[in-house]
C-alpha cells in the first residue's frame, strides 16, 4: 500500500481498492477522506462504496470530491473542517494523491495555528512556575499552557497524607486557579512536537505555533511494567504514595495492620522524589512503634539501588532509623511481579555469586513504587535524547539541539534529584534564558543541580536533604537551624507549615523565594 505523509498526521494516496481499507485501520488510520468525484475512470470505486468499506473497518470517513484546477472557496473550508475534527492519522485519496495534497495545503490558510510567544507543555509544579517566572519578567509575553488535566496537584503533600497527617483534598486545586492570569489555557494533551517549523500538535490534531518551547509534561508512572501490580492496587494489602487515590489507602493499611509483614519496594532510578519510597515505610513504622505494634511486624525494605539514599552524607542518619525501626534492607532487590489474590510479592535480585535469583516474599501490606520513564510521546519525539527524556543542556535547560526548546521538572534529562524542589529552582533559570533567546542572545541563567527531600523519619523530624550535582550538599538553612544531615523538628515544620504555602503562593506565583537564579560570569569582551 503507497502513501505519503504530508504532515504527522495526515497522509495522501492514490486510489486505493475498498478491500485495502481494513488493512489501513490496522496500520492505525482512524480517518479517510475522498477527494475524487465518483466516475472519473472506468472500474473507480464509488465514495459509497469507500465508505461503507471504511466503516465496516472502524474507521471515518468523508467525502469532499473536487475536480484538478476548479477547487473552490467551499471545498477548501470543507477540508480545514475535516482536518480539524476527524481523528487522525487521516488518509486522503484521489486518483494520484496531488488533489489531497493540494486541498491540505490551501485548508492550511483557513485554520492557521494559533502563535504564542512561549508554548508550555504540562501544567504541572515545573509548567506552572515557569509561566508565573515568565510574566513576572515580562508581563506582556504571550503564553499557551497545553494542560489536559483539569486538576493540580501538590505531590510533596502524598507522603503525609500517606501518614495521616494531611488530608488528600489539601494536596489538589483546580487547575484553573493555578493558571497565571494573563497566559491561555489549552485544555488538550500535546501529541508530537514539529521543533524544525516551531509547532506542536494536540491530540485533537490541531496544530499550536511557538517561538519558544518550554516543555515540562512529567515523567510516566510505568505501573504496568510489574505484572500484576496495576489490578491489585487499592486492594489486597496492595498501596502506593505515587497516586493521590491511593495514598490515604496507605495510612488505612498502617492504621490496621497488627502483625504479619509489610514490603516497601523503590525501582531503579530516576524516579521523581528518590527518598518517597522510605518516607512511607519510616511514617508507618513510626505508627507501630507508637500504637506498640512495631516488634509484631516483620518490615523489609527492597531497593533496586546498591545504596540506601544516593548521597553519602545523608546516608548514616538513615541507617539509624533503619536499626530503630528493625527493618530488613535488601539492596539490589526488585519488585518483578505481584500476586493480589494471594498477597506474595516476587523479588529479583543478585546472589552473593552475581547469579540473578528470584524470591517470592507473601506480604500482608505493600507499598509499591513503579518504575518511572519519560513519557510515551517525549521518548519518540525529536526532543528525546538518549535516556528518552527532553535532551537540555545541565546548566541552562536549554535544548541541545533546538535553541528555542527549553525543558524542566521531572521530564527534562538534567541529572539532578527529580523534585518540586528542583523545579522551583529551575523555573527561573528557563524564564531568564528563554527571554534572552527570544532577544537574540545567548542564555545565561546556570543551574547548579539543586534538589531537595525532606525524608521523614518520624512523625515530627525529618533528615532535609538537599543537594546538587556531584552530591554536593546545597543546604538552605545554616546549620544551627537545620542540619539536614540530622533529623530535625525545624525541618519537619518546613515540610509540615511551610513548603506547602512556600509552593501555592510563592512558586506557582512566580515570587521566587530561595530560588533566585544564579548567572554565568561576563566573558570581557577585546
Ligand atoms: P508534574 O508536576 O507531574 O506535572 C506534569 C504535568 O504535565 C501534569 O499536570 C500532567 O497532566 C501534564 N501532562 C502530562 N502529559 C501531558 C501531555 N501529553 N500534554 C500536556 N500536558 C501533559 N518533590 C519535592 O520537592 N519534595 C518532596 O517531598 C516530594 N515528595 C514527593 C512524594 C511523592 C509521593 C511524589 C509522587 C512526588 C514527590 N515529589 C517531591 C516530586 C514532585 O512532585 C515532582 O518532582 C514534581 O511534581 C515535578 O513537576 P513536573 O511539573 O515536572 O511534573
Known amino acids: 500500500m503507497k502513501y505519503k505523509e504530508v504532515e504527522p498526521g495526515f497522509n495522501v494516496s492514490p486510489q486505493l481498492p475498498p478491500d485495502r481499507l481494513a488493512e489501513l485501520a490496522s496500520r492505525g488510520f482512524r480517518s479517510v477522506i475522498c477527494n475524487r468525484p465518483d466516475g472519473e475512470e472506468p ?40 482536518l480539524a475534527e476527524l481523528p487522525r492519522p487521516i488518509l486522503a485519496y484521489c486518483r494520484s494523491g496531488a488533489r489531497s495534497a493540494k486541498l491540505w495545503e490551501l485548508a492550511q490558510d483557513k485554520n492557521p495555528p494559533a502563535q504564542y510567544d512561549v508554548v508550555i507543555v504540562g501544567g504541572g509544579s515545573a509548567g506552572i512556575a515557569s509561566a508565573a517566572s515568565l510574566l513576572r519578567r515580562r508581563p506582556g509575553l504571550s503564553i499557551a499552557i497545553i494542560e489536559p ?100 489507602y496507605t495510612y488505612k493499611l498502617a492504621c490496621e495492620l497488627s502483625s504479619g509483614r509489610a514490603l516497601f519496594t523503590q525501582p531503579p532510578m530516576p524516579i521523581k522524589c528518590a527518598g518517597a519510597p522510605q518516607k512511607a515505610m519510616y511514617l508507618s513504622c513510626d505508627l507501630w512503634r507508637r500504637a506498640g505494634k512495631l516488634g509484631n511486624i516483620d518490615v523489609q525494605f527492597h531497593t533496586a539501588g546498591a545504596v540506601l539514599f544516593g548521597v553519602a552524607a545523608y546516608v548514616p542518619a538513615l541507617n539509624d532509623y533503619v536499626q530503630r525501626y528493625g527493618i530488613t534492607l535488601n539492596l539490589e532487590s526488585r519488585l518483578t511481579a505481584v500476586d493480589g489474590n494471594a498477597r506474595v510479592a516476587t523479588f529479583e535480585h543478585k546472589g552473593p555469586d552475581g547469579a540473578v535469583a528470584h524470591t517470592e516474599q507473601p506480604f500482608d501490606m505493600l507499598h509499591a513504587v513503579p518504575p518511572q520513564l519519560a513519557p510515551d510521546f517525549i521518548r519518540s519525539s525529536a526532543l528525546a535524547g538518549a ?17 528555542n526548546v527549553f ?19 529551575q523555573a527561573p533559570v528557563v524564564a531568564e534564558n528563554a527571554l534572552a533567546v527570544l532577544d537574540g542572545a545567548p542564555p545565561i541563567a546556570v543551574y ?14 525529618i533528615v532535609l536533604a538537599e543537594f546538587g550535582y556531584g552530591g554536593k550538599l546545597l543546604p538552605s538553612f545554616p546549620k544551627w537551624l537545620i542540619d539536614g544531615t540530622r533529623p530535625s523538628r525545624a525541618a519537619w515544620f518546613l515540610k509540615d507549615r511551610i513548603l506547602p504555602a512556600l509552593y501555592w503562593r510563592g512558586m506557582l506565583k512566580g515570587r521566587e523565594w530561595l530560588a533566585k537564579p544564579a548567572h554565568k560570569p561576563l566573558v570581557p569582551s577585546d
Not at 528518552?388 to 541541545?400: I, M, N, P, R, S
Request: glycine residues 10%; contains cysteine.
Open 43 to 82: 472500474g473507480q470505486p464509488s465514495a459509497e462504496t469507500m465508505r461503507a468499506a471504511a466503516e465496516a473497518a472502524g474507521l471515518q470517513f468523508t467525502a469532499i470530491p473536487v475536480v484538478g484546477g476548479a477547487i473552490g472557496d467551499a471545498d477548501v473550508a470543507r477540508m480545514a473542517a475535516a
Open 149 to 248: 488535566s483539569d486538576v493540580h496537584y501538590y505531590q510533596p503533600g502524598w507522603t503525609l497524607v500517606g501518614a495521616g497527617v494531611f488530608t488528600p483534598e489539601v494536596t489538589r486545586r483546580a487547575t484553573a486557579t493555578v493558571i497565571p492570569d494573563g497566559c491561555t489555557w489549552i485544555r488538550e494533551s500535546a501529541a508530537s512536537f514539529e521543533p524544525e517549523s516551531n509547532a506542536v500538535r494536540l491530540a485533537d490534531g490541531t496544530r499550536v505555533k511557538y517561538r519558544i518551547l518550554v516543555a515540562a509534561p512529567g515523567l510516566k508512572l510505568d505501573w504496568d511494567a510489574i505484572p500484576g501490580l496495576s489490578e491489585t492496587l487499592g486492594k489486597n494489602g496492595v498501596t502506593s504514595n505515587y497516586r493521590y487515590d491511593l495514598a490515604p
Open 387 to 403: 535516556s528518552g527524556f527532553v535532551e537540555v543542556d545541565d546548566a541552562t535547560l536549554q535544548h541541545a539541539r533546538y535553541p
Open 407 to 425: 525543558g524542566l521538572g521531572d521530564a527534562c534529562s538534567a541529572p539532578n534529584a527529580k523534585t518540586a524542589a528542583a523545579a522551583r529552582k
Open 448 to 461: 547548579d543541580g539543586y534538589g531537595s527531600c525532606p525524608l521523614t523519619v518520624e512523625r515530627g523530624r
